[in-house]
C-alpha cells in the first residue's frame, strides 16, 4: 500500500509494509509495546500472531489482542517481523508453526527483528549460523554455540536482520527497524 505524503519538498511516497510481531503470554510488556508502537506511528500495518485469537497477557500485565492464530496466516503475507523478548519466544519455539513461519524471514532474507530473548525462536530454526547477532547476556552463549557471531552491543545490523539487547537499548531498536522498513 502506498501512503502519498504531502512534504515541504514535494510529494514523498512511503510504502505501507505489513508486519508480523509473534507474540504470547509473558513476552516482556515494553519490548513489545515501543516497537510496536514505533513500527505503526511511522505507518506501516502491525498483525499481532500468537497461538490462538484472543488475549495474552505481558510480564508485567498489559494485555495484548491477538490478531491472528498462526494456522490462520501465511508468513509469504507479510514484509517484515518482528519478535520481542521476554519468556514468550522460548514458549513459541516450541511450536513448530512458529518456527517455519521465522525460517520463511530468515530463508527468504526478508527483514525479521527482535530483541532480548526473541532470538531463541531464531536459534531453533538453524539459520543463525554466520550470522551476526546481539541478544540478552544470557541468549548470547546460545547464538554463540548455534554458529552465530555476538557482538555486545545495543543492536546490531546483519544484513535484514536486526537485533537488540534489552529494554535500555529500545530508542536506537526502533530508530534501526523503522529505518529498515523505510
Known amino acids: 500500500m ?7 519538498h514535494g510529494r514523498l511516497l512511503i510504502m505501507k509494509k505489513k508486519v508480523a510481531v509473534l507474540v504470547t503470554d509473558f513476552v516482556e510488556d515494553v519490548e513489545y509495546t515501543d516497537p510496536v508502537k514505533a513500527i505503526e506511528d511511522a505507518g506501516h500495518d502491525v498483525t499481532t500472531i500468537g497461538f490462538e485469537k484472543g488475549t495474552v ?16 496466516v501465511k508468513p509469504e503475507d507479510f514484509d517484515a517481523l518482528f519478535i520481542p523478548g521476554g519468556f514468550s519466544p522460548d514458549q513459541l519455539r516450541a ?53 552465530a557471531r555476538i557482538e555486545d552491543k545495543p543492536v546490531v545490523i546483519d544484513g535484514n536482520l536486526i537485533t537488540s539487547r534489552e529494554p535500555k537499548d529500545l530508542p536506537v531498536f526502533n530508530d534501526a527497524v523503522v529505518a529498515a522498513l523505510g
Not at 502506498?2 to 515541504?8: E, W
Request: charged residues 20%.
Open 2 to 8: 502506498v501512503d502519498d505524503r504531502s512534504t515541504n
Open 57 to 72: 497477557t505481558g510480564k508485567h500485565g498489559t494485555k495484548i489482542t491477538i490478531d491472528q492464530a498462526i494456522s490462520e
Open 95 to 147: 511450536d513448530q508453526r512458529f518456527v517455519d513461519f521465522v525460517k520463511y524471514f530468515l530463508a527468504k532474507n526478508k527483514l525479521t527483528a527482535s530483541i532480548c530473548h526473541g532470538p531463541q525462536l531464531m536459534i531453533q530454526t538453524g539459520l543463525v549460523h554466520g550470522r551476526t547477532m546481539t541478544s540478552y547476556l544470557t541468549v548470547q552463549p546460545d547464538l554463540y554455540y548455534a554458529g
